[in-house]
């Protein structure tokens, strides 16, 4: 457990994190994007019974899409593991279509103050690392936390968050899998403060899942270029938001961010707009390809 007076001093160069100054992920500079889906996409005709992941995938394909983040709220059963026989159906099906699986999601909490209750959402990332593993996926998708609890500060949660994130990432390295968390403006509102998360862990196994839409404090495309050094995947949504203010995103802004700064990888789309989800995810997908192409 890190000492509480080395969070509020900010350092990163205690004894414990000396090393925990980079971050940054590993790869060869340039650009290679490749499109893909998070099946949050048509998150109501899953909820709803009336899509199965197996669907998805055939959109994908459909589609031309390259790969889908198939989080794991739409496997039956979930926050249970599904049997072995959905998982690897799932799985010959995504291959023999040609769709590359490139990671699930739960939904965690580190940000609890009781200590069994962080044990359980450990194990829920641990027990989704091994569906992951089993997918043929490179990662899983986490959150930091709801809110900072009542009583405590930012700091203060940090003291029990980064051990957690740090166990998860010692268990996706055993795996092969990358634990990637998703800022979600709740406990995390900034790129700083997902940054400085990331350092803390000081992992390769432990990066960034860029997610355009929640970041709400100040430009998001200068939080956007602060974050993609340390990005592994993306959440590409239709807005970006000013504070309070929703405004339809610039993608080629965001094009030339990643060519400025360079990323190779996949960029799963998001589309959370009104209407038939398959129509506002394609209309969504073909602005994407023409601003990326």
Avoid at 169 to 176: I, R, S, T, W
Avoid at 199 to 219: A, M, P
């Amino acid at each position: 457990m890190m000492n509480r007076r080395q969070l509020l001093a900010g350092s990163l160069m205690t004894p414990a994190f000396a090393a925990a100054t980079g971050g940054e992920v590993k790869r060869r500079a340039g650009t290679k994007i490749k499109i893909g889906l998070n099946a949050y996409s048509f998150n109501k005709p899953l909820m709803a019974g009336k899509m199965t992941v197996h669907d998805v995938v055939d959109y994908c394909a459909k589609q031309q899409i390259d790969g889908v983040d198939m989080t794991g709220y739409y496997f039956p059963g979930y926050p249970a593991v599904p049997k072995d026989e959905l998982i690897y159906s799932l799985k010959r099906h995504a291959f023999l279509n040609g769709v590359t699986i490139t990671g699930t999601g739960v939904r965690n909490d580190f940000a609890l103050t009781d200590a069994s209750g962080r044990r359980g959402q450990i194990q829920l990332v641990k027990d989704w690392v091994d569906v992951a593993a089993k997918l043929g996926s490179d990662m899983v998708r986490v959150f930091a936390g709801k809110e900072v609890p009542k009583g405590h500060t930012f700091d203060q949660v940090l003291e029990w968050m980064i051990p957690a994130f740090q166990e998860c990432a010692e268990d996706g390295k055993k795996n092969g899998v990358i634990v990637g968390l998703q800022h979600h403006d709740d406990f995390l509102k900034t790129a700083d403060e997902t940054i400085r998360v990331v350092k803390l862990v000081n992992s390769d196994w432990f990066s960034v899942i860029l997610d355009v839409g929640s970041l709400r404090q100040g430009d998001p495309y200068a939080e956007i270029e602060k974050l993609l050094p340390y990005a592994s995947n993306w959440q590409i949504k239709e807005h970006v938001w000013y504070g309070t203010k929703k405004v339809e995103i610039d993608l080629p802004r965001v094009r030339a961010i990643i060519d400025k700064v360079g990323y190779r990888g996949f960029t799963p789309i998001e589309a959370l707009g009104e209407g038939d989800p398959a129509e506002v995810v394609t209309a969504f997908l073909m602005k994407v390809r023409k601003a990326f192409s």
